[in-house]
């Protein structure tokens, strides 16, 4: 007898749904290089990221209107959760990682948000008493030895601001990792759809304050490129990664769309190089490899 197998339409699905989750990292992760060609404009990191969330505002301001009018109302403490969560995971991790793009390279801003992962089980090691197995030590140390890799040989090569931009993207990635601890409890009374917009939603308004209380209102008048890039930033790259990465983790299931997501950093390292005119080296080649290696164990192990 043959031995069973996943049937055509069934195969078809989960390819569908593997080619969306790519899509979705590759478009989140494109994100680094529109910042870089941003910041060619002579515009800071404040004013880049209000133009962004001016721009995707509209679409999550939508989505989140049509929830709350289907869905039942917030407790207090509920709507106290996701404020925090807003700032914190959208609002103060983009901001870092913006600032942290104007000092370093994108293809190593992108590993260094790719450690996210190890810094949730980090965090759950220390303030929630969670056991590292020799396993999850083993990916671990792999994906911190590559990450550190391109950052010696991007501080041998990119000046001496490298070690600040580091920091930023470094506190990003830990920003974004206690989002993700806290909204394991509330995306299920809440649901994803509904918890994203909402808390994009408290991130764009504080992003938008922050512009008008640190930079005069002249800064809104631009380029007509950067208002073609910010709009290119928020739609291809934000509102259309979110959305993409929702559909794909109903077809295919969280950990297989996760690990569909370690097509990111790759995807940044050649289009730094394509459109950026980044170095691609050995080094690089060698450091991404051992990050995604460590991420690929750390997922394996917590599928």
């Known amino acids: 007898m043959s031995s069973p197998s996943i049937s055509a339409p069934d195969r078809k699905a989960y390819l569908a749904g593997l080619a969306i989750a790519i899509t979705g990292a590759v478009l989140f992760s494109t994100k680094a290089i529109v910042a870089k060609l941003l910041y060619r404009y002579h515009i800071d990191a404040v004013t880049l990221i209000a133009f962004r969330m001016i721009c995707s505002l509209p679409f999550f301001a939508v989505i989140a209107i049509w929830k709350a009018k289907t869905e039942p109302s917030l407790t207090g403490r509920e709507r106290g959760q996701i404020v925090f969560m807003g700032l914190i995971g959208y609002y103060l991790s983009s901001f870092l990682d913006f600032l942290g793009l104007q000092y370093i390279s994108a293809g190593l801003e992108r590993l260094i948000l790719f450690l996210t992962p190890s810094f949730v089980l980090l965090i759950s090691t220390f303030f929630l008493k969670k056991k590292i197995t020799g396993l999850e030590w083993l990916a671990l140390g792999t994906a911190y030895l590559g990450t550190v890799l391109v950052f010696v040989h991007d501080a041998r090569t990119g000046g001496s601001n490298i070690a600040l931009g580091g920091a930023f993207v470094l506190g990003s990635a830990v920003s974004y990792a206690v989002y993700l601890l806290m909204s394991g409890e509330i ?117």
Do not use: D, H, W
Request: aromatic residues 6%.
């Open 187 to 303: 995306v299920r009374r809440v649901g994803s759809m509904r918890l994203v917009a909402y808390a994009m939603c408290v991130s764009s308004a504080a992003c938008i304050v922050q512009f008008f209380l640190l930079r005069p209102v002249s800064m809104l008048v631009q380029p007509a490129e950067v208002y073609g890039l910010s709009v290119l930033n928020a739609v291809m790259c934000t509102v259309l990664p979110v959305f993409l990465t929702m559909a794909a983790v109903e077809r295919i299931g969280a950990a297989t769309a996760s690990q569909a997501g370690m097509i990111g950093p790759v995807s940044t390292l050649f289009l730094g190089a394509l459109i950026l005119g980044e170095p691609l080296t050995g080094i690089q080649l060698a450091g991404t490899a051992l990050v995604l290696a460590g991420i690929y164990l750390l997922s394996r192990k917590r599928a």
